[in-house]
Structures are given as structure tokens and as C-alpha cells.
């Protein structure tokens, strides 16, 4: 999709969707949560838990490796280096710096965001009048139309107004979309875009294409995040949604982070910040 012509797609807070590990247990000793807090391998007296070893592994399929024993030997080596390091760390007094420190408690933080948000988004099941209702409403902030576009992306607005002019006096938007442009992704196209539904496009370009007939150009250069956009209208056409059950891991996914966004801000509703 094309990132200088789209909107960002982002919840009001800067809470982001945990990433959901796959439930694998690294053998029948890890099923149960009083396993995992033995020991699975002991570096200079210090025990490594069964747990970090399962965090690791779990990180590692994650990524595509299989849960193989190849893949749990390069875990239990990561661990015993992983603790060397540390204490040697420790042992030349790294912890006791504050900036060390901050670091530490940060990714303490992160960790408990992670599975709090985990915890709240399987709160409750996903219903099938759940996933209607986010289809339906996903696909009003769509729209019901489809613009396929060609623009120019540059810096400057006055460089965007010397671009209109040599259009109006004959000049092809394709040849120098190709020569001046900055959108890497539309560039070798002719500033050719893919389609784009209009709930996908910045209000501005919207606003200037909206009115405009096919092959029709834009009369004034388009401001943007990402710059100036000398813009025409190649085509429009009518949005066919696709069928709700193709959509569903996205469906998910907005629902989980919709009742994320909602629980931050009841949060934020009854702290106390100073």
C-alpha cells in the first residue's frame, strides 16, 4: 500500500498490540506452572528456569524455527551465555548504574504491558456478531468507492507548482513522475498507484481528487505527511468488499486491540497523575 498517499493506521494511545506466542510447551515437564520454575540448567551455582528456557524457545518458533532438539540445545547454549554475561556484568558493578538500572525496570515494564494486553484482548470470546459488527464497521470507514491515482511527491511546494505548470503546457505526469518523484513505490510506475479505497487515503488528496473526472489533474499541488503531491484522477470505481470470513485474523486482530485501547483508557480515567 502506498505510505506517502495512505493514512497510518494507529490506536489514540501509544499502546501497541502485544505479539501472541503460540502455546507450545517445551516438553511434559513444562505443562504444568510449578514445573517451570525448576531449574534447567545451573551456571556457577545460579539455576536458569525451565520458564526462561521456554521463552527463549517460544521466541525461536516464533521466528519459523521448529521445535526440534537442535533448536532446545541452541536455547540451553544461549542461556549459559546469556547468564555468563550477566554475571560478569553484575560482578563488575553494571547493575548499580542508573541508566543500567532504568533499562532494567523498563524492560520489566514492557513484559508485564505485554501480558497484561495479552490477558485483556482474550478477556472475553470473539463472538460471530462480534466479527459483523467490526466487518461492517471496517468497511464504512472504507467507503463505498476506489480511486486508482498518478501524483508527484516532492519536497517543496513551489517545486510542486513549476511541476503543474510544465503538465498544463503539455508535459507527460508519467515521464516526470519518473524523474522527480521521491515515492520509491510509485516511481518506476509513472507515479501510478494501486487502488485505493477512500477511507485508505489522506483527507486532503481526497478532498482533491473526489470532484475530479478520470484523467482530469488536480488544480492545485496536494500537501501530505510525507510532502507535496502534484495528483491526477486515472480512474474510480465502485469498492467490492471482500467476503468477512477472508478477513478474519484482521478482524481479530482490531477487535483485540479495540478492547485494549478501551481498557488503557479506563485506566487512564480513574489514575492519578501528577
Known amino acids: 500500500m502506498l505510505k506517502s498517499l495512505c493514512l497510518t493506521r494507529r490506536a489514540a494511545s501509544a499502546v501497541a498490540l502485544a505479539t501472541l506466542f503460540p502455546v507450545l510447551a517445551w516438553s511434559q515437564a513444562a505443562q504444568s506452572q510449578d514445573s517451570l520454575t525448576r531449574a534447567f540448567v545451573t551456571v556457577n551455582g545460579e539455576p536458569q528456569s525451565l520458564a526462561r528456557a521456554e521463552v527463549l524457545l517460544r521466541e525461536q518458533i516464533a521466528r519459523g524455527a521448529p521445535n526440534s532438539p537442535q533448536v532446545q540445545a541452541a536455547v540451553r547454549e544461549a542461556l549459559v551465555t546469556q547468564a555468563l554475561m550477566a554475571q560478569a556484568a553484575v560482578k563488575e558493578g553494571l547493575d548499580k548504574l542508573p541508566l543500567v538500572q532504568a533499562q532494567m525496570e523498563l524492560a520489566r515494564q514492557s513484559v508485564l504491558i505485554q501480558a497484561w494486553q495479552q490477558q485483556t484482548a482474550q478477556s472475553k ?92 489533474l488536480a488544480p492545485a499541488p496536494v500537501r501530505g505527511p510525507a510532502g507535496w503531491h502534484v495528483v491526477a ?36 480515567q480513574t489514575a492519578k497523575v501528577e
Do not use: C
Not at 466479527?131 to 468497511?139: A, F, K, S
Not at 485474523?249 to 483508557?265: K, M, Y
Open 125 to 216: 470470546e470473539v463472538s460471530d456478531e462480534d466479527l459483523r459488527v467490526e466487518y461492517e464497521r471496517q468497511l464504512k470507514l472504507l467507503g463505498p468507492k476506489q480511486y486508482r491515482l498518478r501524483h508527484i511527491l516532492v519536497n517543496e511546494e513551489d517545486t510542486a507548482k513549476l511541476l503543474l505548470e510544465r503538465l498544463r503546457s503539455g508535459g507527460k505526469l508519467a515521464d516526470l513522475a519518473g524523474e522527480y518523484s521521491r515515492d520509491d513505490a510509485t516511481r518506476g510506475t509513472g507515479g501510478l498507484t494501486d487502488w485505493l479505497a477512500q477511507g485508505e487515503m489522506q483527507p486532503a488528496l481526497l478532498k482533491a481528487v473526489d470532484s475530479l473526472k478520470a484523467g482530469q
Open 233 to 268: 484522477l486515472e480512474d474510480e470505481r465502485a469498492f467490492t468488499p471482500p467476503a468477512r470470513d477472508t478477513l478474519r485474523p484482521q478482524l481479530l486482530r482490531a477487535i483485540a486491540q479495540q478492547r485494549i485501547q478501551s481498557a488503557v483508557e479506563q485506566l487512564r
